[in-house]
């Protein structure tokens, strides 16, 4: 596959020569995918400038972004540009690019929240130094503060907020010129606007020996706003990751078969089908292909979301990224690196992420047309004042506090500071809050869907006939289990508690198959029905998940395993389905166990063998109907589903990339978290929108009065933040929510 421009291409240039394609540049046939990041891109306007400028240009089929990882992909046919050009566009309407990558996605979040940071925490010293100022001032108007005196203090104030303001308003004055260089609007011109004027005139003033300044103002606003920001950015930021976690679990390398029987080290770039690696054991399988030699037990959660591992043969399908816990393997590669079942899932979660990265936020929309109406208000008084005499310095103090007034930090404020109320009451209820606007999704569900292992379930397997096999086997088993760490044999391990168990020796493990040993003088094997040489009538009339233990080759018995619901799943379950909530199970285990499960729980749609693309198609069936879904899982597989549902939840045991891609993590053994974060999600949703209509009242208010002349930039301010305060209250509501109890049936 040849990937040549036509012309020098900075971009393929930085391209390592052991990986031409990278992980950004694909090319098959006369078409072509860049994928990039555009560090500048942090709001809906952002993204529709970039997919519309993009598409505008000829030959480019298709043009999509992503808010959270800041990725932009482009694909295009021929050869009449390269990349260079595609990075060059983006250029003339104001955003640089660079090639894609995931640690590079990680650092830029990472260096943006640290600027943001840095910028809050100067406005907030600042803010505090000045308003102590301020207050100096006010109050010495009433005992006569001698000019000089307020003079002085007026200068210091300067000296603070003008540093203080260039530096920590930065990323608002940046974000309004590049939204003015795009002719559209957004929420910082007039927070910039506001405050660049508002700081003009208060060193005008404040050279013409003036009594009001307005210092203080500009710098608490900037202080209040960059909190919500922050609070946005690093709360999207811990939700974007979930596929670069899965990457983690791809190999750089692979041990090539050679004809010979000899063993070389190639990159996993130069696999073709065909080719024979071999595996180690404890090692995690680089490729999908089929089993040639060996055998081993292959921990398939990545693929059915279940903990028991599969035994593995000669002639069994395998997939990159599943775990060779027991045996070394020769496995035949039967696709690329990028055509894995690794790969798979991984595409899977940035398609259904990218999907998802097309949510603009309310405060967005409405920018539209709050900012545009902003300015031609304030003009408008300007230009009136003007007309009536009041003089340009008369008329100018009007405009500028209708700008301070309706500058829209209570607006600003109303989801964030509803999401940080809302995260700590979730806290104290054991939930973990990961993604901005997750609550924002979670009140709209109407459809919750489980995964069964480790969610509905505890994912711990016990013993259900223990009591009629006699102790010798489950003490000798038990002492022989100790040496695995199967979780069938762990299991065995834990019925075993409070036993005196005898000390094995000569334990060696038969990959696939089980473990044997010698156990005070007698020979015990531990595992498979056909390995410890059970019957064959033993063997048709077991039920559940077996494990089968023998003494000295004749006795063999069974232990037989169940993994039962959280204790109060069917109290959840219940109260979902009274409120009014469809439930659906999907899992990756074989039907019976499924069915099984969902008869205690009362859910009557359930389906079993359930890999991660299925999920993924049920979920989209699911969303086609109309639902609006959540999706409650643990296991790797789910991962996928988890980015696909409108909202998602994992367990805090769950796979490490699961609880990244969830935007909720719940703890402890309970499956209580699920009904309590959708009701403080459901009550969130009415305190934003109050805090909506709140911030609207003080509008239709504060607005007029304004415009009327009676509110001077001081009062304007003042109003402003009393706004925000009042928005602030109303949150603080949720405080006095109660835990949720379902109704006993």
């Not at 090692?283 to 081993?296: E, N, Q, T, Y």
Request: charged share 20%; hydrophobic share 50%; aromatic share 6%.
């Amino acid at each position: 596959m040849s990937l040549a421009a036509p012309a020098p291409d900075p971009v393929l240039d930085s391209v390592p020569d052991a990986a031409p394609a990278g992980p950004f540049l694909t090319q098959a046939g006369d078409s072509r995918e860049l994928c990039l990041i555009v560090a500048g891109m942090h709001c809906g306007g952002c993204m529709r400038k970039i997919e519309n400028g993009l598409g505008a240009v000829p030959g480019v089929t298709y043009a999509r972004t992503n808010l959270s990882t800041k990725r932009v992909t482009v694909r295009w046919q021929g050869e009449d540009f390269c990349a260079d050009d595609i990075v060059g566009h983006l250029e003339r309407i104001g955003f640089d690019a660079v090639p894609f990558s995931p640690g590079l996605a990680t650092g830029v979040d990472d260096a943006a929240r640290k600027r943001l940071l840095r910028a809050m925490a100067v406005a907030g010293f600042a803010a505090a130094n000045i308003m102590l100022l301020s207050v100096s001032v006010w109050s010495g108007r009433a005992g006569d503060m001698e000019p000089a005196t307020r003079e002085l203090f007026h200068w210091i104030s300067a000296l603070i907020a003008l540093p203080t303001l260039a530096y920590s308003g930065a990323p608002f004055f940046t974000s309004a010129a590049r939204a003015l260089k795009a002719r559209s609007m957004n929420m910082d011109v007039p927070i910039s606007l506001a405050v660049i004027l508002a700081t003009g005139m208060s060193l005008f003033e404040t050279m013409r020996g003036g009594e009001d300044v307005y210092f203080d103002a500009s710098v608490t606003l900037l202080f209040f706003l960059l909190i919500g920001r922050y609070l946005d950015l690093s709360m999207r930021a811990r939700a974007c990751s979930a596929a670069q976690n899965l990457l983690g679990l791809r190999a750089s390398a692979v041990t090539k078969v050679e004809a010979d029987g000899t063993h070389s080290q190639i990159p996993i770039e130069a696999i073709r089908p065909g080719m024979c690696v071999a595996v180690a054991a404890g090692a995690r399988l680089p490729v999908d292909g089929i089993v040639v030699k060996g055998a081993s037990d292959i921990d398939m959660s990545l693929v059915t979301g279940e903990s028991l591992p599969v035994s593995a043969g000669v002639g069994m399908d395998v997939f990159a990224g599943t775990l060779n816990m027991s045996g070394p393997l020769q496995i035949e590669i039967t696709k690329l690196e990028h055509e894995t079942l690794l790969a798979e899932i991984v595409h899977l979660m940035e398609a259904a992420e990218q999907g998802r990265a097309g949510f603009v936020r309310l405060a967005d929309r409405i920018a539209q047309f709050y900012a545009p109406a902003v300015h031609i208000l304030a003009l408008a008084a300007f230009v009136l004042w003007m007309v009536l005499g009041a003089g340009w310095h008369g008329a100018l103090m009007v405009a500028i506090a209708v700008l301070i007034v309706t500058c829209p930090c209570a607006l600003g404020l109303a989801v964030p500071v509803v999401q940080v109320v809302a995260s700590g009451r979730l806290m104290r209820l054991g939930v973990l809050l990961k993604s901005a606007d997750g609550l924002e999704r979670l009140a709209d569900v109407d459809h919750v869907v489980f995964d069964k292992t480790g969610t509905l379930t505890l994912g711990e397997p016990h013993l259900i006939e223990g009591e009629e096999i006699p102790s010798e086997f489950l003490e000798m088993g038990a002492a022989l289990a100790r040496g695995s760490r199967h979780p069938l044999a762990m299991a065995l391990v834990r019925e075993a508690r409070g036993l005196v168990l005898p000390e094995a020796e000569e334990v060696s493990e038969v990959a696939g198959s089980g473990m044997q040993g010698l156990v005070s003088g007698k020979r015990v094997r531990l595992g498979r029905a056909d390995f410890v040489g059970a019957s064959a009538d033993e063997v048709e009339n077991a039920t559940g998940t077996q494990l089968w233990v023998s003494i000295d080759g004749v006795g063999a018995r069974r232990f037989s395993f169940r993994d039962e619901p959280r204790p109060d799943a069917a109290d959840v379950t219940d109260a979902l389905a009274k409120r009014g909530f469809g439930l659906t199970l999907l899992s990756g285990d074989v039907e019976d166990e499924v069915a099984r499960i969902a008869s205690e729980l009362n859910i009557d749609d359930a389906r079993g063998a359930h890999r991660p693309a299925d999920k993924i198609a049920a979920l989209e069936a699911l969303a086609l109907g109309g639902a609006r879904t959540l999706m409650v899982g643990d296991g790797l597989n789910d991962a996928p589903a988890l980015k696909a549902a409108s909202v998602s939840m994992s367990p805090s045991t769950a796979a490490d990339v699961s609880q990244v891609a969830a935007d909720f993590i719940f703890q402890g053994r309970s499956l209580m978290p699920v009904l309590e974060a959708i009701d403080v999600a459901r009550k969130s949703r009415r305190l934003v929108l109050q805090n909506f209509a709140l911030a609207a009242l003080y509008n239709s208010i504060a607005i007029p009065l304004a415009f009327a002349g009676v509110v001077t930039p001081l009062i304007a301010a003042i109003a402003m933040s009393s706004s925000s305060i009042l928005v602030t209250f109303n949150a603080m509501r949720l405080t006095d929510w109660k835990k949720t109890v379902p109704e006993k049936s």
